[in-house]
C-alpha cells in the first residue's frame, strides 16, 4: 500500500486503491488541474442561489449538468457542480421532460431560481424547424434559457485557471463537482482528453470527440461561460 501510494497520481489512488469512479487513459487530459482530492466532494443546494441546468442537446448522447455560482462570506466566487444527467437515442422534449421531472424530486427549489443555458447551436431554425431551446423557451415549459456561441479553447482555458486556485480563506474549494457525477469527474480525471499527433503528443486545444465524456464536458463549459465568466468579471 505504501509503494502504491508513493507512485500512483492522486485519481490513479482513488481509483485503484480507494475503489473511487476512474478510468483508463487514451491521452492527455484537456484538463490537467484537476485533483480529486482538491476538487469532487459533496456540496449541498443552497436555496438562496440560482440553480443552473446547463444543456448540450443532441439525438445520440444528449446531457445536462446542473451547478450554483455564489459567493461566500469573504466574496470569493464559488463553482459548485451537483448533479448531470444523460441519455441515448432520444429527442430533444422528451428528454427535457425527464430533466424537467427529475429537478422538481431531486431539487426542490423555487422554480424562479432555475436557470437554463445552453449553446447557440441549440437555438438555430433548420429544415425540420426551430432548435430545442427555442421550442422550449414557449409553453408548456417555459424554460428561461439563455444561450450565445461558446468558443472552446477560451472556454477550456478559463475553467484550467479557475481550477488552479487554492482553498478559498473561507476553507472551501472554489470549485467542486459532487462525488454523485460520475461521468463529470471521469471526464475532468482525462476521460475527455486531447487529440494525438503522430508522434503520441497531444495536441494543443483538440479534444477528442468520443460522443459520450465530450457531450457532459461541452455542458459544463456552457455553464461556465454563461455564469463563471460574468462573475470573474464583476
Known sequence: LADLLTGLT????????????????????????????RHVGMPDLKQDVPLVRSWDFGFRHPA??????????????????????????????PFAE?????TKTAYPIDPLMIEDCGDRAGAKVSDTGPGPILVLNQAPWNLSFVYKQ??????????RDFMRLPVCVCGESPFLVHRRCRYLIEGFQGGYHLKRDQAGKGLKEEPVKDGFYDDFMDSDRYAAEHHLRQELID
Open 64 to 93: 445536462v449538468t446542473f451547478h450554483q455560482f455564489w459567493r461566500c462570506r469573504k466574496m470569493m466566487v464559488h463553482w459548485t457542480t451537483l448533479d448531470a444527467m444523460d441519455d441515448r437515442m432520444i429527442e430533444a422534449i
Open 98 to 102: 425527464k430533466v424537467i421531472a427529475y
Open 150 to 159: 461558446c468558443d472552446v479553447e477560451p472556454g477550456l482555458r478559463m475553467i
Open 10 to 37: 492522486q485519481a490513479e489512488i482513488a481509483r485503484l486503491v480507494e475503489g473511487d469512479y476512474g478510468y483508463v487513459p487514451d491521452g492527455p487530459p484537456v484538463y490537467p488541474t484537476f485533483e480529486h482530492h
